[in-house]
């Protein structure tokens, strides 16, 4: 069974950071790339971050760049999304996914994957 689970979320505080993290079942990292995906209240779901499968190929949202970092540890098949420097625009339910290779122009399109986790929420307010 092919399945995603997302911990970490949590309130912080303005520029603390939160690690999350997606662990997978049912199917090896390298043969799917693992999209992390937020939706904040009244929004649609909007593309963070994501890594490929075999060439750990990393993108990011601008919005996000320079403060996430997104990595897999193949040996435990997940999948982490260190925030730093978090913002309150940054609160939101943050979702993983998995999907077949994305590529730049393709990674951060919602239909392009096929599992979703049950996504986490991640608050930052002061």
């Known amino acids: 069974q092919v399945q995603l689970v997302e911990s970490g979320g949590g309130v912080v505080q303005p520029g603390g950071s939160l690690r999350l993290s997606c662990s997978a079942s049912g199917f090896t990292l390298d043969d799917y790339a693992i999209g992390w995906f937020r939706q904040a209240p009244g929004k649609e779901r909007e593309g963070a971050s994501c890594i490929s499968g075999s060439e750990s190929s990393t993108y990011y949202a601008d919005s996000v760049k320079g403060r996430f970092t997104i990595s897999k540890d193949k040996a435990k098949n997940t999948v982490y999304l260190q925030m730093n420097s978090l913002r309150p625009e940054d609160t939101a339910v943050y979702y993983c996914?998995?999907?077949?290779?994305?590529?730049?122009?393709?990674?951060?399109?919602?239909?392009?994957?096929?599992?979703w986790g049950q996504g986490t929420r991640v608050t930052v307010s002061s």
């Open positions: 996914a998995a999907g077949p290779q994305m590529h730049a122009n393709s990674w951060f399109r919602v239909y392009d994957y096929d599992v």
